[in-house]
């Protein structure tokens, strides 16, 4: 070859990352490379460690990727949590190519990246990911860590007291969700197509008639799984994967589908005040590498239009009279009071991811008096920024007493009245009826 074609084949050479499996010597590599090409938009950190020492990496990217920025919303991709479902685990390595390679050349990920603080962890189960055989549809070994712990049934449940010991790589994730302020979140997961959306358990407090275990948010999380299946090639109109799927529109509730005990999605949701659901992107768990650009050509579009739903809804700050920000107040949105009140955090800020609306929000500072707000909210994702309110509390003159979440069990039968929504609507009506008739 001549110079000529060493220097044109150059683009080709540089176009990054290839379609093949990569293992944690050559993750670690891949992710240190675009951590050291694109520093000022990534930062490279790991949560902790699995049971036999590998790093739990996580790369963030966003214009101040070190560090929260008021105002910036925290979003997270969890992949490979099975540790023999692999798609995701590459799907996230690929996203991470796209979006430091397209910052600054499209438009859209550039506002994206410079509006959202986006993490992403390519494994949450490396020692199964590297005890899995080659690529095989159903592995026969992997998918739980080295302790044998099944990692989407370890973590503390909203309905049942979980009897598991929590492992090390789950401990981790508990402690990075209440170290950052996540908003959003999905985890990704393989052996079936469809987008799967909280409550995963459930009991007669939380579960419909139709055998659905609902979470006050339901059109929110519809919206949430739907947004990713009509935005995947596929996924949409499939009907998963074996016969008994009945998936309409590539989404289903949970618990629908089948109870599991101990997931990650109901905790995010329930003590993470975050937004999870859950993505089953192969019907084949562990396919060949040749199949995977397919894959991602199919889950590009899709995992990009998820990302931007952060800015769904309203956020903004609870402040006292002297604009000093006030951690621990409550915000939440009439008629959907969580279990676990959403409060602001040490900033004084709150998230509340909801469809365009009106709404009222009350902002109550435990042993104060709350304050409400009626909110007309537009559809953020068009402006990648959710609708910004401030909450004054004038009266709060120390610190609100801390209003501690006891863990499980949190959906007990006696807790009905909070769950049932039929109270705050009524009042809710009558105060839209007051001021907009
Ligand atoms: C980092 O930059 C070098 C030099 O341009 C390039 O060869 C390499 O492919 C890049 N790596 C990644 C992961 O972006
Ligand atoms: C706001 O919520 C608190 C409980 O979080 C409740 O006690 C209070 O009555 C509510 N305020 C209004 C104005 O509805
Ligand atoms: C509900 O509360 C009553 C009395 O407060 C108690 O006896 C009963 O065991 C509780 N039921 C559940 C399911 O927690
Ligand atoms: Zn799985």
């Known amino acids: 070859m001549g110079l000529l074609g060493l220097v044109l ?4 050479v540089a176009a990054g990352l290839d379609f093949s499996y990569h293992h944690t010597a050559e993750l670690e590599a891949f992710l240190r490379e675009v951590r050291a090409n694109h520093s000022s938009i990534t930062h490279l950190y790991s949560i902790g460690k699995s049971v036999e020492g ?11 990727p070190t560090q929260h920025k008021i105002g910036i919303p925290e979003f997270k991709y969890v992949a490979n949590m099975h540790g023999d479902e692999a798609v995701g685990r590459e799907m996230l390595l690929h996203l991470i190519d796209f979006l430091v390679t397209s910052y600054q050349h499209d438009p859209v990920i550039t506002k994206l990246i410079d509006s959202t603080r986006i993490h992403i962890m390519p494994s949450m189960n490396p020692d199964g990911f590297e005890a899995t055989e080659q690529p095989r549809c159903y592995p026969s070994q992997g998918r739980n860590n080295k302790n044998g712990a099944d990692l989407n049934r370890n973590f503390p449940d ?10 090390p790589e789950t401990q981790a994730v508990m402690d990075w969700i209440k ?19 909280p409550f995963d358990n459930g009991n007669s ?41 009945h998936f309409t529109d590539g989404i289903t509730n949970g618990f629908a ?29 562990y396919p060949p590498k040749e199949e995977l650009p397919s894959f991602w050509s199919d889950n590009k579009m899709a995992l990009i239009e998820y990302i931007k739903q952060v800015h769904l809804g309203v956020k903004g700050r609870v ?26 955090n040490k900033d004084g800020e709150y998230y509340l991811l909801l469809l365009p609306g009106v709404y009222v929000l009350n902002a109550t500072a435990p042993g104060y008096k709350s304050v409400f707000q009626i909110l007309n909210v537009p559809d953020g994702t068009e402006y990648f920024s959710a609708l910004t309110y401030d909450f004054i509390l004038p009266d709060v003159s120390a610190a609100p007493k801390f209003v501690s979440c ?7 039968e006696n807790t009905s009245t909070i769950l049932k929504p039929t109270v705050n609507i009524l009042i809710l009506i009558n105060i839209l009826y007051a001021v907009f008739r």
């Open 9 to 12: 084949s150059l683009p080709l």
């Open 54 to 64: 590998r790093h739990l990496w996580v790369l963030a990217l966003g214009r101040f």
């Open 205 to 245: 407090v939380t579960i419909t008639s139709d055998g659905i275990s609902q979470t006050l948010d339901n059109d929110v999380f519809v919206h949430l799984a739907k947004t990713y299946s009509t935005s995947h090639t596929t996924m949409y109109n499939k009907q998963g994967c074996t016969t008994g799927d």
């Open 406 to 412: 006891p863990t499980t069990p949190r959906y007990t």
């Open 257 to 285: 589908w089948y109870q599991v005990e101990g997931g990650m999605q109901d905790y995010n949701y329930i003590w993470g005040q975050c937004f999870e659901i859950t993505l089953e992107l192969s019907c084949c768990k």
């Open 158 to 167: 909203g309905f049942i007291s979980n009897p598991y010991t929590i492992q």
């Open 179 to 197: 170290t950052e302020t996540f908003v959003l979140s999905a985890n990704l997961h393989g052996g079936s197509l469809v987008a799967s959306y």
């Open 319 to 344: 402040l006292d009279k002297d604009e000093e920000p006030i951690s621990d107040v409550i915000v939440e949105t009439r008629g959907r009071r969580h279990v676990c009140p959403y409060r602001t």
